[in-house]
């Protein structure tokens, strides 16, 4: 009995004094933790590796914190815009259409016949410049005289001035509806606001069949400044 050791016995006392230094460890690591702040992280020591993936969400940028010269080249593509998020006031140089003119039915005139347009005027700003666009449709028909087709003239006239102008026509001897696009110069900014008027006369060939119609027309002014 006397060759053996006498070996450690648990203790209540033991177990005690474990726990509390346990505690008391655990404790300082968790208050160490909570008490880290940015200013006591070196610069450069948290790199990408270190951020878990989409740890960083939208609510944790600042305002203004991310700059255009931090956005990689063709970083932003047109599927990282909303829907309606970029309007034309917000462009450098704003773009907007400002007048859109239409024009119903009417019969074939032979001489110069005006055109009734609906939503024609509009009011030009200094800074601003006007460049008109349209189409005509018809429904025509050649009657089979000396020209070898049916042809309608449009002569497009902005405050009384003519300013551009366009046609439609076929050489068809049946009914046959055709579009084509007639348009205007662009218009100077004025030195002063302009209440424009866009006007409309038409007039033929003379060599389209009684049958033959102006279906409609449709402008658009583009606005550009």
Do not use: H
């Amino acid at each position: 009995m006397g060759g053996m050791q006498n070996k450690p016995r648990l203790t209540y006392a033991n177990i005690v004094s474990t726990l509390a230094l346990f505690l008391v460890l655990g404790g300082s690591a968790a208050y160490a933790a909570d008490k880290i702040r940015s200013g006591d992280i070196a610069p450069g020591a948290v790199r990408t590796s270190d951020v878990f993936k989409r740890a960083i969400v939208s609510g944790k940028i600042a305002v203004d914190a991310v700059r255009s010269n931090q956005i990689a080249d063709g970083a932003v593509g047109s599927k990282q815009i909303g829907a309606g998020a970029v309007a034309p006031s917000n462009l450098q140089f704003p773009v907007s259409f400002v007048a859109s003119p239409t024009g119903g039915s009417a019969p074939v005139a032979g001489g110069p016949t005006p055109y009734p347009l609906a939503d024609s005027t509009w009011v030009q700003k200094p800074g601003e410049i006007d460049v008109i666009f349209g189409a005509a449709v018809a429904t025509l028909a050649y009657d089979e005289s000396g020209p070898g087709s049916c042809r309608v003239y449009f002569e497009i006239n902005l405050n009384g001035q003519q300013v551009g102008g366009g046609e439609v026509s076929t050489g068809s001897t049946t009914l046959q509806q055709v579009e084509q696009d007639v348009g205007a110069q662009p218009q100077m900014d004025p030195v002063a606001p302009t209440t424009n008027q866009l006007s409309v006369q038409t007039a033929s060939n003379g060599a389209c069949t009684p049958d033959s119609t102006i279906d409609s027309t449709r402008f658009r002014v583009l606005d550009f400044g």
